[in-house]
């Protein structure tokens, strides 16, 4: 398996420009999950999905962030209008149905998209 | 709400030796999980070991080991003959076994090993 597939890696863009970012999850899994990366706040969950459906989206930070998954292989994270607070490093992480006893329980994660907005 | 702490923003150990990183949580929740998550420079983040709350025995995998502490809420991480390539961000988190699959993250400690 290829494991998570984010595209792109590394995202530079103005300020004020709409960026979308990517994300394949493990095939057969149910869960996808979009958290963020910076220094200050360290990693923080932003939405998650099951079965394509969003389930929490109570940590993405403002109307300017916007997450779709209009199926179980592909999923955006969209930022419009960006904004250079929103420098940060995305994840993408997926995880199978999860067990009862949840002993399995293991998110798996994509490499990321290094994301500069200038 | 869970939070998780993890009180060394860095720390550095020559090779071979043993290194500890700490991590507090705390939660309301009687059954949840513990992980440890490892993040190397090329920032993949890779689950290191994983610790059942209802289990008293300690988890271990090869050279990665935890001492878990329910009553003090302390989940910490031993790494025993520590090599370079365990140089990384360190990564503590939880989740609580029924009904919310969010992973609750520590800030993180960088560990760098010296050869």
């Known amino acids: 398996d290829a494991g998570v597939i984010q595209s792109p890696r590394h995202e530079v863009t103005e300020m004020g420009q709409e960026v979308t970012l990517r994300c394949k999850p493990i095939?057969?899994?149910?869960?996808l999950f979009w958290y963020r990366q910076t220094m200050m706040r360290g990693l923080e969950l932003l939405i998650y999905f099951n079965n394509n459906v969003p389930i929490d989206d109570s940590g993405m930070p403002e109307d300017r962030f916007s997450a779709k998954m209009p199926n179980a292989s592909f999923s955006t994270l969209k930022i419009q209008p960006s904004e250079p607070r929103d420098s940060a490093v995305y994840f993408c992480?997926?995880?199978?149905?999860?067990?009862?006893?949840?002993?399995?329980?293991?998110?798996?994660f994509g490499p990321g998209t290094r994301l500069t907005v200038t | 709400a869970q939070t998780v702490t993890q009180s060394q923003p860095e720390m550095s150990v020559q090779e071979a030796e043993t290194v500890t990183l700490s991590c507090t949580y705390d939660t309301s929740e009687n059954n949840y999980y513990l992980f440890w998550y490892k993040q190397p420079p090329s920032r993949q983040m890779i689950l290191v070991i994983r610790?059942?709350?209802?289990?008293?025995q300690n988890a271990t995998e090869n050279r990665f080991s935890v001492n878990f502490q329910k009553a003090a809420k302390s989940f910490s991480l031993k790494i025993s003959d520590s090599q370079l390539g365990d140089t990384a961000m360190y990564f503590c988190a939880f989740t609580p076994n029924f009904g919310n699959e969010k992973l609750t993250f520590g800030t993180g400690t960088r560990l760098t090993i010296i050869p």
């Open positions: 610790q059942e709350a209802y289990k008293q």
């Open positions: 095939s057969g899994h149910d869960y």
């Open positions: 992480a997926s995880s199978p149905t999860i067990p009862p006893d949840r002993v399995f329980y293991e998110q798996y």
